[in-house]
């Protein structure tokens, strides 16, 4: 029974059923017609025919026939035609008020009558009317009726036939061009799942089933791509994490020895070592927090522009010390926005310490702001060493380092832009960069002036000052 199940589960029979089913009804219909065509087409034959032997049999009787109502002669002749055509036949005077002569022949015994009147007309003087009854269901007795009939009927078989054949053949092809698609994206997956990711799905099929194949192929490049960051973060984060421990071993072991007197100088060196290690373990964490959004955003309502001008003054000394010029560009237009103050100088921060980081001395920084009606827009420009175009979508990934060989020179461990992308995501926001190598960067925050977040917190707050109320 499962069996029989799975198999009607499959998408080429499914879609085989449906369009068998849809062009069943159709044919069906078309059949209904032609059966309706063909028995109308058959009584007006049979009408004709009748017609024509009433003609026959008002020939016979006229011929013959005497100008006086009532003789021997004339009613002798009446049965003799009557008994020739053996049908019940009458013949009624002109008035249509009577019945001159009938045969013994009634109609009332015919299970579907047809009656034919025709006037009977001897030297320009009619002398009555000739009625006959003749049954539409029995009377089969004509050969081109009967050769008509079987002909009429074996056109319908074959028609039926040939279209049936047709609709199965049509309806197992469209069935298999819809499913072949699908079956083969179908086998792909096994593939992929089975953990050979280099192939992609065949493009083919309809338009929907190609934008389903795209995203799939797209899905799997993203995830070789995550797989092979995954790789890469994995060696970057076990480097990261061992240097400052080996330091402080081997250190500490040289202490231990005898080899390092125990001066407060390699006291500190090992203190700062673990402190680099922590500091690197509290970004990992604070990283995973912001991205998992297990942090609360504490909102509040803050002018972006004095938030932004106050991060730039506590960088102008360490930018005097590294001889590199800061320009603030202060638009003079207050610009408010509900944020989280303590998350957004954090996000401000990293981007202002990058810039001043790979900015060599002599260089300049520029902070300018772009204030929209629904949202508000920081840049930060430098004229450092840039960023290649091949590594501008990895630059906010974790412990992802530009140029790797000088970045380390720089310091940092590469989790600052992956924080600060997480936390304007977290304020609904978008973080961004343009750079070019050797000429510098720009990253760009734009966030939304007013947050959906807000409506919440504050909603949250009239309730509590409503209960404290109470």
Known sequence: MNAILAFFKKAQVSMFMII?????????????????????????????YFTEKMYQMSYVFRTGLSQEEYTFENEVLFHKMAKEFGTPVEFV????????????????????????????????????????YFDMDQDLSSPA??????????????????????????SFMIAKYYAEPLKGAAKYAAKILKGNREEFVPRQGTEEVKQLIDSTNSLLIEFSNLENWRKQMMEDLTH??????????????AIIDGVYPKTDKNLQDIYEQVERFSRLIHNVQQLSEAEGARFKLNIKKVNLVYLVKGVYDGFLFIAKQRQIQMHFVNPNTPCTAY????????????????????????????????????????????????????????????????????????????IGLSISKALVHAHGGEIGVESELEKGSRFWVKIPIDNHLVSVKDQHDKTEALHGAI
């Open 93 to 132: 005077s002109e008035d249509m008020h009577k019945i001159i002569y009938k045969n013994g022949l009634s109609h009332l015994e015919l299970t579907n009558p047809y009656s034919v009147e025709l006037p009977v007309v001897k030297d320009g003087q009619t002398l009555g009317y000739l009625r006959a």
């Open 339 to 414: 944020i989280d103050p303590d998350r957004m100088i954090q996000v401000i921060t990293n981007i202002i310490s990058n810039a001043l980081k790979y900015t060599p001395p002599g260089g300049e920084v520029w902070l300018e702001f772009e204030i929209g009606e629904d949202d508000f827009t920081f840049y930060c420009q430098d004229n450092g060493i840039g960023i290649s175009e091949d590594e501008l979508p990895f630059v906010f990934n974790r412990f992802y380092r530009i140029d790797k060989s000088r970045s380390r020179d720089y310091g940092g461990s590469g």
């Open 20 to 48: 068998a089913s849809v062009v069943f009804f159709t044919i069906l219909g078309i059949y209904l017609a032609l059966y309706f065509s063909t028995k109308l087409a058959l009584i007006e034959y049979k009408q004709q």
């Open 240 to 253: 990261e994490l061992r240097t400052p421990l080996t330091s402080v071993l081997t250190r500490l072991e």
């Open 145 to 170: 009726i009967f050769t008509l009939e079987k002909k009429l009927k074996d056109q319908q078989r074959y028609i039926l036939l040939s279209i049936g054949l047709l609709v199965l053949l049509i």
